[in-house]
T-cell receptor
Framework: GAVVSQHPSRVICKSGTSVKIECRSLDFQATTMFWYRQFPKKSLMLMATSNEGSKATYEQGVEKDKFLINHASLTLSTLTVTSAHPEDSSFYIC?????????????FGSGTQLSVL | AQSVTQLGSHVSVSEGALVLLRCNYS??????LFWYVQYPNQGLQLLLKYTTGATLVKGINGFEAEFKKSETSFHLTKPSAHMSDAAEYFCAVTPRNQGGKLIFGQGTELSVKP
C-alpha cells in the first residue's frame, strides 16, 4: 500500500538554529500534503496545506515565516522551522493525499519529535 | 465552523470487555468521518472511515463505527478489547468540499487492563 516517509523521526537542536523535516510519498504522487503539529496529550492541529508547485496555505495563527513549507515535487514536501526556540518543541506530522486514490484516502508520516534546547 | 468532540479524554476497560469511544461532530451537512489510532511517538493509522453508503463501517483490528446522522455521532466500538488496543484514538472529519483537510477531535486514550 501507499507509504509516506517522514524524516528525521527525532531531532534535537539548539535555540536559534533551523531544522528541516522531510515528508516523502514513496509509491504515489502526492498532489497535496498537510502539516500538523501535536503537543503532548493534545490533538493534532493543522498548520498548513501545500499543493505541489504552489505556495502553502497556512492556518490562522501559524507564522509562515517561521514555518517554511516547500512542495517542489509530487513526492516531497519539506517543513523548515526557522530560528527554532524551545516553544517550537513539538511532534510534527505530515500527511499526503494522492489524486488517483480518492481524495479522502490520506496517508500519514510517522512523525518528527523536535526538541529545541 | 466544523468541530469534533470526543467525550472522555481517557477510557479504561478490562481485556475482553467492550470498547466504546464516543465522537460527535457539528455540521449541518454530514462530513466524511474517520477514526485514527496513534501509538506512542508514531504517526496515525487509519482504522476506518465513512464517506457514503452503509452507515455501519467495519475497520481494521476488529473495530467498527456507526454513522448516525440524527445524533451527529460516529462512535467507535470493538466487542472485545485486547491489550494491544491500548493507544490514543482520534476521531476526525473533513467537510466534503475541503479536499482532505482533517479536523481532529481531542483524542481519547484507551487503556486496557489485564
Amino acid at each position: 500500500g501507499a507509504v509516506v516517509s517522514q524524516h528525521p523521526s527525532r531531532v534535537i537542536c539548539k535555540s536559534g538554529t533551523s531544522v528541516k523535516i522531510e515528508c516523502r510519498s514513496l509509491d504515489f504522487q502526492a498532489t497535496t500534503m498537510f502539516w500538523y503539529r501535536q503537543f503532548p496529550k493534545k490533538s493534532l492541529m493543522l498548520m498548513a496545506t501545500s499543493n505541489e508547485g504552489s505556495k502553502a496555505t497556512y492556518e490562522q495563527g501559524v507564522e509562515k515565516d517561521k514555518f517554511l513549507i516547500n512542495h517542489a515535487s509530487l513526492t516531497l514536501s519539506t517543513l523548515t522551522v526557522t530560528s527554532a526556540h524551545p516553544e517550537d518543541s513539538s511532534f510534527y506530522i505530515c500527511s499526503a493525499r494522492g489524486g488517483g486514490q480518492g481524495w479522502e484516502k490520506l496517508f500519514f508520516g510517522s512523525g518528527t519529535q523536535l526538541s529545541v534546547l | 465552523a466544523q468541530s469534533v468532540t470526543q467525550l472522555g479524554s481517557h477510557v479504561s476497560v478490562s481485556e475482553g470487555a467492550l470498547v466504546l469511544l464516543r465522537c460527535n461532530y457539528s455540521s449541518s451537512v454530514p462530513p466524511y468521518l474517520f477514526w485514527y489510532v496513534q501509538y506512542p511517538n508514531q504517526g496515525l493509522q487509519l482504522l476506518l472511515k465513512y464517506t457514503t453508503g452503509a452507515t455501519l463501517v467495519k475497520g481494521i483490528n476488529g473495530f467498527e463505527a456507526e454513522f448516525k446522522k440524527s445524533e451527529t455521532s460516529f462512535h467507535l466500538t470493538k466487542p472485545s478489547a485486547h491489550m494491544s488496543d491500548a493507544a490514543e484514538y482520534f476521531c476526525a472529519v473533513t467537510p466534503r468540499n475541503q479536499g482532505g483537510k482533517l479536523i481532529f477531535g481531542q483524542g481519547t486514550e484507551l487503556s486496557v487492563k489485564p
